[in-house]
């Protein structure tokens, strides 16, 4: 029986079967053995199995650092 790992993380590249997934995870990367079969991706979470897991994968989006234009940096 394989073990199911349940993460929040986003999945950096596109599953494909018969290639590893990659997910970010809490600042680091998991690099998963190969996927064999895709069982569901939606844009909340992706569900998949990998030759030794099963992955479910809460997507969290990741905050996006935007420089603060010279204008409004002037007013703080």
């Known amino acids: 029986m394989k073990k199911t790992v ?6 950096v ?3 494909r079967e018969g290639a590893r997934a990659v997910i970010a995870y809490g600042g680091d990367f998991i ?8 069982i569901e991706v939606s844009n909340d979470f992706a569900h998949f199995e990998t030759m030794n897991s099963i992955y479910i994968v809460a ?4 905050p996006v650092t935007a420089a ?8 703080a």
């Open 31 to 38: 690099y998963t053995s190969r996927v064999v079969e895709i």
């Open 13 to 15: 590249f596109p599953l």
């Open 6 to 11: 349940s993460i929040s993380g986003k999945v």
């Open 59 to 62: 997507l969290v989006p990741h």
């Open 68 to 75: 603060m234009p010279e204008v409004y940096a002037k007013c």
